[in-house]
């Protein structure tokens, strides 16, 4: 018997006035996963999720959200489902804690809000009215009122955007221990060592598109397994570095200065590439052989950093 996957999205299209934010996306969710949806800023991230939530009509392709409808059946699915959102939603005036307590009493079986206040490091802000809090502390309280109803899906937009890294690591314990429960994970980041960190399953979408999917081990293992990796002034002859370098090697400036060679990566070649360097004068500040990373698969598919 096929199990329904958490999230099951196709075809999907949505457009605000003339512009096509999402332009045929398929997506898929499995039942228990963290699933982490990359792309640059524009690629529609957030109109997908918000069309999953029941924010946003689509255009056009089917949603099903936990098997259900979200604009037809919203009501059934909300009570199942967690939202954080990126911003807003929330009386400017009420305290933290007071919003969290009034969060828990909508649910049948809510997690205690005193356990998440301690969990995410609120309580030194249980009495401070929403709009008095700082942005990371915006956020956590919005990520505890994620959860409070014990959802079997939380969507959780950036969550970590702008954290330090206290509560970076604490949200992120919070999303393993919410996997470990069952409990379904789609979450959007620019981080890709949140990606790396959290994710079963990465979704990288590009123009209102899927154009990857797999395990974040999928995705990066096509191509070389090995890379060096130098930093040095920009604008290099990469072509002569390349005349240098065995037939099958490849050398990039991926952004200005910084160098990346992939092939065969052996001691003899590392000396082919410190040699050239050498001759041309370069004094590479940072030199390493790495393995191929999701920021290189990001960026041989899009074309674009995620943080430009
Ligand atoms: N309410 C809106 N009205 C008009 N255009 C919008 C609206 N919301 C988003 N867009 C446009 O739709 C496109 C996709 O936006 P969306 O916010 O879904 O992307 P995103 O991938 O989440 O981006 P980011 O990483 O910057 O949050 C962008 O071109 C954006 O300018």
Redesign the pocket.
Known sequence: MRIEPAVEVTGLVKR??T?T??DGMDLTVPRGSVTAVL????????????VCEGYRRPDGGSVRVLGLDPVTQGAELRPRIGVML?SGGVYPGARAAEMLRHAATLYADPVAPELLIGRLGLEACGRTPYRRLSGGQQQRLALAMAVVGRPELVFL??PTAGLDPQARHATWDLVRELRADGVTVVL?T?YMDEAEQLADNVVI?DR?RAIAEGTPEELCRGGAENTLRFTGRPGLDVASLLNALPADALAAELTPGNYRIEGKIDPQLLATVTSWCAQHGVLPDRLSVERRTLEDVFLELTGKELRA
């Open positions: 605000y006035g512009r934010a999402v792309g640059p800023n524009g690629a529609g991230k957030t109109t997908t999720v918000e990126q937009d950036e959007t620019h979408i209102g």
